[in-house]
């Protein structure tokens, strides 16, 4: 089946760091793909949609320049949490569409990264 | 705006018992509903969906969910719930007419199923 990469897994810190995380498909092209963030014991929110070749689609109230994404290729996009402070901490979580299908076809998700800035 | 909410935060059953997991979402037109399972320390899977047809749809792992139009609903159901059913549970909703496939996901419930 469709598999979704995501690295690191765990990322450890000092306040002010720029962090990237990486989102792949493996074995699919994705021309879109998703970032989530999680909250303890608090449901996915969407924080983005990466569109590969273009700008990505923030959410309301997810500030741009904070988090950068850029999808410059159908496998990778990128998640930089720049200049992190200590409530940046949480779970981040990316997910891929196959284009092959239609718009109904379910995300496939990465394993997530947690993030912790002290 | 969509939104979805999963009524039941945390569930413990012992094993064996029957389980239903409420999920009730918000949105005035046509919509896809999936309900996603994220096992420990694993990533999101996608247990069944619903996009159209029989309202009762049956996933994997023998869980089932059935479309109530006039409910706004789509509860997850399992006659028989195991120990490896331990897991957090999602139930998330697309508009039908979106073409980004934008996924929203109520806030999740925790089964612990008890041996």
């Not at chain 1, 998703?34 to 309301?60: H, I």
């Not at chain 2, 945390?10 to 029957?18: D, P, R, T, Y």
């Not at chain 2, 409910?71 to 159901?77: A, H, I, Q």
Request: hydrophobic share 35%; proline share 4%.
């Amino acid at each position: 089946g469709a598999v979704v990469s995501q690295h690191p897994s765990r990322v450890i810190c000092k306040s002010g760091t720029s962090v990237k995380i990486e989102c792949r498909s493996l074995d699919f092209q994705a021309t879109t793909m998703f970032w989530y963030r999680q909250f303890p014991k608090q449901s996915l929110m969407l924080m983005a949609t990466s569109n590969e070749g273009s700008k990505a689609t923030y959410e309301q109230g997810v500030e741009k320049d904070k988090f950068l994404i850029n999808h410059a290729s159908l496998t990778l996009s990128t998640l930089t949490v720049t200049s992190a402070h200590p409530e940046d901490s949480s779970f981040y979580i990316c997910s891929a569409r196959d284009p092959l299908g239609n718009s109904n076809q379910p995300q496939h998700f990465g394993d997530g990264t947690r993030l912790s800035i002290l | 705006a969509q939104s979805v909410s999963q009524h039941n935060h945390h569930v413990i059953l012992s094993e064996a018992a029957s389980l239903e997991l409420g999920c009730n979402y918000s949105y005035g037109g046509t919509v896809n509903l999936f309900w996603y399972v994220q096992y420990p320390g694993q990533h999101l899977q996608l247990l069944l969906k619903y996009f159209s047809g029989d309202p009762l749809v049956k996933g994997i792992k023998g869980f089932e969910a059935e479309f109530i139009k006039s409910k706004f609903s789509f509860n997850l159901r399992k006659p028989s719930v195991q120990w490896s059913d331990t897991a957090e549970y999602f139930c998330a909703v697309k508009g039908g007419s979106s073409n980004t496939g934008k996924l929203i996901f109520g806030q999740g419930t925790t089964l612990q199923v008890k041996p």
